[in-house]
């Protein structure tokens, strides 16, 4: 078995190129869910969905986020309440952009969860409604949340900094609320523990993967496994491959280069996988104690997805 860690965008697209490598039934991935939020009562889950929707071919390849062939019609309808609201209200907000359809994936999540079912449960059977056959786990089933602080504003939730400010406002500080009483599932933990191979998808170090981290136990459990364990660096010539990660990084005081995710990850995974770009990095990156390993990883075609997909696997010593 093959387990991946990751966010978003990064781990969906990962895990699509592992899958021309690897059978389904032989890959779980285990998501973020410190995006989560609840808006207009509803979970939503960006992480798992993104994912999900991803595999299932059913993700707006545009956006990167959402259902292809969306329509808005609820969103428009919420329009007629802006002017009623009254102020102090976070009645029908529309920063946040729920399609139609995906409203139903929220409204399946949100019954299931309110009967009493886990997030993990909720997971697995809104993957198989889509028709996704790996083992998808949520990182907890406990609420975590990813707090933000943006500098001369104060602290907000991940979503109100990634959607509504656009990503663009300067942060100076992430926590993520929860974390402390939050375990990992037993079933991230069997994951993580008798996996052939661990691999950290190309997702943000610090808002998608450090959540994970903040959890008792997962850095000892990489650690003490760290020869199977690689990494894909997220950021590629000093940008990042989708998002704010290069920014975050700058603003949080690490360098936002193959070298800074390297001194990140060093103590959970003994290989960092980059791109061509960096290979001039490659030195640092073993200064920083990780094994590079260039290869394009900038996943434009299905045949380079596979290609990093099967070097990291190699990076992880999987026989493949
Ligand atoms: N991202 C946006 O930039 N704007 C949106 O309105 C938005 C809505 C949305 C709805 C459901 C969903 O599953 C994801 C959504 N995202 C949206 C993406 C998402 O919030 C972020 O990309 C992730 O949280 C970062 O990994």
Known sequence: MITVLGGGVGAARYLRGLLQVVPAAEVTAIIN????????????????????????GAIDPDRGWGLRNETWRAMEALGRFAGVRPSGSSAAPTWFNLGDQDLATHFYRTARLGEGATLTEVTAEIARAFGVEITLLAM???RVATRITVRGEGEISFQEYFVE????????????????????????VRALTVAEAVVIAPSNPLVSIGPFRALAGLDELLAARRDTVSAVSPIV?????????????????????????????????????IDPVDAHLADQVEAAGMRAVVVPSIMSTPEIS????????????ARR
């Open 165 to 188: 400010r656009r990503h663009s406002v300067p942060v100076s500080a992430v926590r993520f609320a929860g974390a402390n009483d939050a375990t990992m599932t037993a079933a991230a």
């Open 306 to 317: 596979a290609a990093l997909a099967r070097a990291s696997l190699a990076a992880a010593g």
């Open 237 to 273: 010539g000093g940008a990042a491959l989708k998002g704010p990660a290069d920014r975050m990084m700058d603003e949080l005081g690490f360098e936002s280069s193959v070298v800074g995710v390297a001194r990140l990850y060093a103590p959970i995974a003994s290989a960092l996988l």
């Open 140 to 142: 907890t089933d406990q």
């Open 33 to 56: 869910t410190a995006d989560d939020t609840v808006l207009h009562g509803l979970s939503i889950s960006p992480d798992i969905d993104t994912v999900i929707y991803t595999l299932a």
